[in-house]
């Protein structure tokens, strides 16, 4: 595309050099001011769009214009016995498309003005040897007005392709920005694909070792019971048999739980308050380093559509996760919740940003993947589940780096007065 307009430029050049060599090998050919003049006109127009540019908006233009102007005058001097009756007087025309080119209507008007009292002064030496006829008068006027004629219409065209360019290119950017819209549904689309997958998958699993489980818990029960008193060791050893089986059959139940479809039910209901909740229950149990948290909740906010419970699950999980980040150093951690525009409806945002070391940005897509997790204890399910949850909502979740180091995660949540006026709109 670029090469073909680069060739259609070339193409138009040439053009316009044989039409300069035509004019140069029209009489008078040995003027030689004429000459050089000429060929000024053609680097000059060669050479336009790069001097133009070198100024900041218009300001270029008019110099390009002006510079014009001015050898088209000198051009009409050295091509005439009486200057003013010199036949090259089209040459006006050069200077004057140009402006009505690149200047809008109040600008086209003004340098036109200008390239004719440029033309009539041309008068002035001519009353010095001459009578001024009447004839001579009127046909000075008629080739100016037929400068200004000129001159309107170019403008009107240019001004028509110039709105045009500017509906294109606004245009485009709207295109562009569905396209990133869609890009990123794209990938919320395959993220939950993938959730949905690997739920069945390790519900299935997780089915299937827990009726083995129990017969293990069952037996080492019934062994310690034997042992209890003749083999104090067996009996510690079959102790410890049932109590790494309790822990497997709660983090199975905690896989189930993933995997088991969510409901949510969802009523009008005050973010800030759940927020508040999971805030101080998280700081009661946290053993790691001083974490300051810092709240700023904008008045005033509307309920949202939330299920309390599957809300308080979302909170606890990012907000564990934030003071596991900051670890034993300790750190801030920023909370905010506020009212957001977003994909045409209200919505309650929710804003988490800590101190802690931040993500990745390869890792940032996966965090979300059941069992991806970077913890030596942890099982990677907390961040799935709350991607589960805000897709139940019908919100959304992404994550973002902090100012510093640190990871921001940004919750959307239906305002509930959007969706009450939608229920309303919908009956
Ligand atoms: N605030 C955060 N700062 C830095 N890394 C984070 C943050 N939140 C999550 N991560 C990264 O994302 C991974 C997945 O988090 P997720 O909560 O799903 O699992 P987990 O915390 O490792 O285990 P668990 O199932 O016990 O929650 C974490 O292991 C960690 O690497
Ligand atoms: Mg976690």
């Not at 051009?75 to 005439?80: E, P």
């Not at 009756?85 to 025309?93: A, C, E, G, K, V």
């Not at 869609?182 to 949905?196: G, V, Y």
């Not at 080492?220 to 079959?238: G, H, I, T, W, Y």
Request: overall charge negative; aromatic content about 8%.
């Amino acid at each position: 595309m670029a090469e073909a307009k680069h060739l259609k430029t070339s193409w138009m050049d040439l053009v316009w050099m044989l039409f300069l060599v035509g004019l140069a090998l029209l009489p008078p050919v040995k003027e030689y001011h004429k000459q050089l003049v000429l060929l000024a006109i053609a680097v000059l127009q060669l050479f336009e769009g790069k001097l133009a540019n070198l100024f900041p908006r218009r300001r270029g233009w008019g110099y390009v214009v002006l510079l014009k102007i001015l050898l088209a005058t000198l051009l009409i001097d050295h091509t005439g016995e009486l200057s003013i009756n010199s036949s090259y007087y089209p040459i006006y025309y050069l200077p004057v498309f140009t402006a009505a080119l690149h200047f809008e209507a109040l600008g086209t008007l003004i340098w036109t003005a200008i390239a004719s009292a440029a033309y009539s002064a041309y008068l002035y030496p001519a009353m010095q040897q001459y009578e001024l006829t009447r004839e001579s008068v009127a046909e000075l006027a008629l080739r100016i007005l037929f400068f200004f004629l000129a001159a309107v219409i170019i403008n009107q065209f240019a001004t028509k392709s110039r709105r045009q360019t500017e509906r294109y290119q606004r245009l485009a950017e709207e295109l562009a920005e569905s396209n990133r819209q869609l890009e990123k549904a794209q990938a919320e689309a395959r993220r939950s694909e993938r959730l949905a997958a690997l739920g069945q998958m390790s519900a299935g699993l997780a089915h299937e070792i827990r009726n083995p489980l129990g017969v293990i818990k069952g037996s080492s029960e019934m062994l310690n019971e034997k042992l209890a008193n003749s083999d104090p060791l067996s009996s510690e050893l079959a102790g410890y048999i049932s109590s790494e089986v309790n822990r497997l059959s709660a983090l199975v139940t905690r896989f189930l739980d993933f995997a088991r479809p969510l409901h949510a039910h969802t009523h009008p209901q005050e973010v800030t308050a759940v927020m508040d909740r999971v805030l101080k229950s998280v700081a009661e149990q946290w053993k790691g380093g001083p974490v300051r948290v810092m709240k700023n909740y904008v008045p005033g906010l509307p309920p949202a559509m939330i299920d309390e419970g599957l809300c308080e699950q979302v909170f606890v999980n990012l907000i564990q996760n934030a003071y596991e980040a900051m670890g034993e150093n300790g750190g801030e951690l920023q909370v905010e919740i506020s009212k957001a525009w977003s994909e045409g409806r209200n919505v309650i945002e929710v804003r988490l940003d800590d101190s802690g070391p931040g993500i990745p940005e390869e890792l940032r897509e996966q965090i979300f993947n059941p069992f991806f997790t970077t913890k030596k204890t942890g099982v990677g399910l907390g961040l799935s589940i709350v991607s589960k949850i805000m897709d139940e909502h019908h919100g959304s979740i992404r994550v973002e780096p902090a100012a510093g180091n640190g990871t921001r995660f940004v919750l959307y949540f239906p305002a509930a007065s959007a969706t009450v006026e939608n229920e309303v709109a919908a009956t």
